[in-house]
């Protein structure tokens, strides 16, 4: 290995990627890459040691920065508000959605005034990015050149989207630039691959040899999260899913206890509607008998021209106590009220990595500062929890703030928080097991699950789902469940929303007259009706049944109000006329005959796992090497989700969503877990860790996770210093 001496010649002599910069800093980032090490298994996994957490930071996020720098930087542009000085104006509506929140003074402010022990964390997360660009020079960073620690609370909660993304970028670019966007507004009825994730905490009465089991399956867009282990001599160890330029693990496990989040249907970003009032050339709103000045703030924003000059934007945007002005609807303006603390986001998402039981997971959560997601715990005490987010508004629950409300009238106002302990939540039930598939919490424990009549109905608005039904189909029988066992259930073929659809559509076949049609339709609907309704690679009937799904979904989004939710969809289509669900049936096989030359495809020709290059957005190609994939979207009740289709100049179904990451973890004496990661760990195709998990990946079968130093043993791929 060189020495401290050799890398500070080396480094005195380089020029760093974003200019001039003073050598003791240069010498700073060399000593503390010292103090870190990282090892990688020979799945290309970094295991990072810092002797402070601070230096585990730096190691992680450098580790990171190796696997997949431009995933990095794009979430930054994004979360910084800054995506159209790399993608030019078409972003600038994103942007300025980023920054109706985001300001890059407030954020300054906010990391001065935070604890010295997070703001060592932020700067050893920008001296490990700072160092990654100096000692790689050939990286061309597309905007950022020099992260700055204050940057990190841009990007302070893991989730796949944010709340602000509730915010339509169409109806923001109507309103502050007057112009009609060629976007298209995505349809909430229209077929779509579920978004969210499935987490299962088993209690030890439920397994094998008495110890506590944990499922984390996040359902996110492929490559969104980089796998690791990160620990220090401060007490860190964590292992699990990071987001890509985030220094905490979101999803994971550290030596006694464990967290999966999900997507939660908890309402906690409301709308509200503003009357807008004009007097003396200002503009005021109404609240309650008197009129309050609008804020106005005016934001401007740098875009990247064609030719590679930055030109900027200026607007004037407004809001008022409820949040910043989105968009108009109905002669109102209408303002958007969601969570913005990033200090205390940044610091819960943190320390509960470091939580070793589950009264320290919820005194980290007493920060309340996790507005999106619902959480499965499991721990070595045997104790399994699921808890709703815990930022959650007191509302008056006689408003519907599933709409906008009016703002002008100060009954609707949040009145503060909830407190813990009076939100939904399951500790350690009974019944021995809780699980989340992102519906409701009503469900979450079987018959030990909270009770809806105790709460406000803005504590839940996603209703049930196929994998909510699927899941407690599973659970409920389920006794001595070891890790396999579980992983296991996470891969259980059923797909249970065909069970309802399936007979009305042979009792419509049945009802048919003799003649072409019914003849047609024999050989399909006999396909159907001796079916299992699990899927398979070499399954016909998983081919048709979900080219029927497809099409009877799309049959039936007419009858559908926007709103709908739950199992309103699938209700309707069970209540569809038989011709409906025979004319699906026909749409079905002759897609499939125009795609494949015969409606008798095995799924495993059509559904494909392909990772061509290492761009965000893929392209797929038919001609190119693709693998198999068994499991089938979501939206049929599949634990193990695939979101699959067609994709322009493609006949073949390639995934992009969906299970992303699988682990099972059992606290035992010493954690024990297996995983899989969509693909591989690196974002280069040149690595062989770009796609070395891909068949794992497709036929679920879980690797060992080397969480102890013995376990590494003859699997040590490299070991070394940032910077070597």
Request: glycine share 8%; no cysteine; net charge neutral.
């Amino acid at each position: 290995m060189r020495t401290f001496y050799a890398i500070f010649a080396a480094l005195a002599l380089a020029t760093p990627a974003w200019g001039k910069t003073d050598i003791p800093e240069h010498a700073r980032w060399a000593a503390t890459a010292q103090r870190i090490e990282i090892t990688r298994d020979d799945w290309g996994i970094a295991h990072v040691h810092g002797t402070t957490d601070a230096d585990a930071v730096f190691g992680m996020i450098y580790a990171q920065a190796e696997d997949d720098f431009n995933r990095i930087e794009t979430n930054y542009l994004v979360a910084l508000g800054r995506l159209a000085e790399a993608e030019g104006e078409k972003a600038i509506w994103q942007d300025l959605r980023q920054r109706l929140y985001i300001d890059p003074a407030t954020l300054r402010q906010h990391y001065a005034a935070s604890p010295a022990w997070l703001r060592s964390l932020m700067q050893g997360w920008a001296d490990g990015l700072n160092y990654y660009l100096l000692t790689h020079p050939n990286v061309r960073p597309r905007v950022i050149r020099h992260f700055e620690p204050w940057m990190a609370l841009a990007f302070s909660e893991g989730s796949i989207g944010g709340d602000i993304e509730r915010i339509s970028v169409g109806q923001l670019a109507a309103f502050y630039g007057r112009k009609q966007l060629a976007l298209k507004e995505e349809d909430p009825r229209a077929y779509q691959e579920p978004k969210g994730s499935n987490g299962i905490a088993i209690a030890p009465s439920r397994t094998k040899d008495g110890h506590a089991l944990l499922l984390i399956n996040p359902h996110t867009s492929f490559f969104f999260r980089s796998e690791q282990q990160v620990s220090s001599d401060e007490g860190l160890n964590v292992y699990g899913a990071a987001t890509w330029g985030q220094f905490f693990i979101y999803q994971g496990f550290n030596a006694h206890a464990g967290w999966m989040h999900t997507t939660s249907g908890v309402d906690s970003v409301d709308e509200f509607s503003e009357t807008i009032v004009e007097r003396g050339g200002k503009r005021f709103y109404r609240y309650g008998r008197a009129l309050r000045p609008l804020t106005v703030k005016p934001i401007t924003l740098s875009y990247r021209l064609p030719g590679g000059a930055l030109a900027t934007r200026r607007f004037t945007t407004f809001a008022t106590h409820h949040g910043p002005i989105t968009r108009a609807a109905n002669g109102k303006w209408i303002a958007l009220a969601l969570m913005n603390t990033p200090v205390a986001a940044l610091e819960q998402s943190f320390l509960r990595t470091k939580a070793s039981d589950l009264p320290a997971f919820l005194k980290v959560a007493e920060r309340r500062a996790n507005s999106s997601n619902n959480t499965l715990f499991a721990d070595d005490k045997g104790e399994i929890a699921f808890l709703v987010p815990q930022f959650v508004p007191k509302r008056n629950d006689r408003f519907d703030y599933t709409r906008p409300v009016d703002g002008s009238d100060p009954a609707t106002d949040w009145q503060g928080l909830h407190a813990i302990d009076t939100l939904p939540k399951v500790t350690t039930p009974p019944v021995g097991w809780a699980m989340n598939t992102n519906d409701w919490p009503w469900s979450s424990a079987g018959p030990d699950s909270p009770k809806a009549a105790a709460f406000p109905r803005y504590l839940d608005t996603a209703g049930e789902n196929p994998r909510g039904l699927h899941a407690a189909e599973l659970l409920t029988p389920a006794a001595g469940l070891t890790i396999e066992g579980l992983r296991a259930i996470a891969f259980d073929p059923h797909l249970i929303a065909f069970d309802p659809l399936i007979p009305g559509l042979v009792s419509a076949w049945d009802a048919l007259p003799e003649g072409a049609e019914k003849a047609k339709l024999a050989r399909p609907v006999a396909l159907l009706k001796a079916w299992d309704r699990r899927w398979a690679a070499d399954s016909v009937a998983t081919s048709l049944a979900v080219f029927w799904g497809e099409a009877f979904w799309g049959e039936t989004i007419p009858d559908l109000d926007l709103e709908s939710a739950g199992l309103t969809h699938y209700k309707t289509m069970e209540a569809a006329s038989p011709a409906r669900k025979l004319k699906a049936l026909g749409i079905a096989i002759d897609r499939l005959t125009a795609d494949f030359g015969s409606w008798e495809v095995p799924w495993g020709d059509i559904n494909r796992f392909q990772r061509n290059d290492g761009a965000i957005v893929q392209q797929f190609d038919d001609a190119k090497p693709s693998t198999p994939v068994a499991f089938a979207s979501a939206q049929w009740g599949s634990l193990a989700s695939f979101g699959a289709h067609a994709w322009p100049g493609t006949k073949r179904y390639y995934g992009t969503n969906g299970n992303s990451f699988v682990a099972v973890v059992e606290f035992g004496t010493r954690v024990r877990a297996i995983a899989v990661t969509a693909g591989g760990e690196s974002g280069d195709p040149a690595s062989k860790h770009f796609n070395d998990q891909a068949t794992r990946y497709a036929t679920g079968n879980l690797r060992p996770v080397y969480f102890w130093p013995d376990e590494m043993a003859g699997h040590v791929e490299r070991q070394y210093h940032p910077g070597q």
